[in-house]
């Protein structure tokens, strides 16, 4: 079982750029959450999804969007990148019958 | 507003040394309470808390819910280097299929030979 996978691992992007991040969840999850986690900060719930639909959201505007598939893979959008969007971005999926939330290793973006 | 208060943030410890890591939550229907280590890279699951008073236990680390007063603790005894992370927190809201955590900052926990 390969787990929860991310990719790229690191990503530099310039200030207005575009970014697509994604996540394969651990087989047999069917729910994907994404988070935002800045240095020296807990991680931040920016979406979930299940059922290839967004379930709930967090604060963050609409330059970040998502999109899940039908084999529960996910993918993370911004927009008009922003220097404070540096941040190491993490993926967690979850099956939908239990509380625990695994963690893929994340993508670091570095926006300049 | 929901919340999820961990301290201390910063701990320095000698091995061999035990710690308890503190994690105190306000939150609207509160569902569980979950522990992780994070090193590098992403968070790796440690415990997970339903019910008060239980204890759960995974070789020196062992955790505690208290429902009652609103707090979980995470201890670790006879440190080793290899403990050095930081520890977050999270709650899990009871809210049918969504799987909304809200975290805590994490305690930054390093142990010196």
């Known amino acids: 079982d390969a787990g929860v996978t991310q990719s790229p691992t690191h990503l530099i992007k310039t200030r207005g750029q575009q970014v697509t991040l994604r996540c394969s969840p651990k087989?047999?999850?069917?729910?994907v959450s994404w988070y935002q986690q800045a240095l020296g900060q807990g991680p931040q719930f920016i979406f979930q999804?299940?059922?290839?639909?967004?379930?709930q959201r967090g604060n963050f505007p609409d330059r970040f969007s998502g999109h899940q598939f039908p084999n529960y893979s996910s993918e993370l959008n911004v927009n008009a990148l922003l220097l404070g969007d540096s941040a190491l971005y993490l993926c967690a999926s979850s099956p939908l019958a239990t509380d625990t939330q695994y963690f893929g290793p994340g993508t670091r973006l570095t926006v300049l | 507003e929901d919340k999820v208060v961990q301290s201390p943030l910063s701990l320095v410890v000698h091995e061999g040394d035990t710690v308890t890591l503190n994690c105190s939550y306000e939150?609207?229907?509160?569902?569980?309470l979950l522990w992780y280590k994070q090193e590098k890279k992403a968070p790796t699951f440690l415990f997970m808390l339903t019910s008060s008073g239980i204890e759960k236990k995974s070789g020196r680390l062992s955790s505690i819910l208290d429902k009652k007063e609103l707090f979980s603790i995470l201890n670790i005894t006879a440190t080793q280097t290899g403990d050095s992370a930081v520890y977050l927190c999270a709650a899990r809201l009871n809210a049918g299929n969504n799987r909304k955590l809200i975290w805590g900052l994490g305690t930054s926990l390093a142990v010196n030979p």
């Open positions: 087989s047999g999850h069917d729910t």
């Open positions: 939150v609207t229907n509160f569902r569980s």
């Open positions: 999804y299940y059922e290839e639909e967004e379930r």
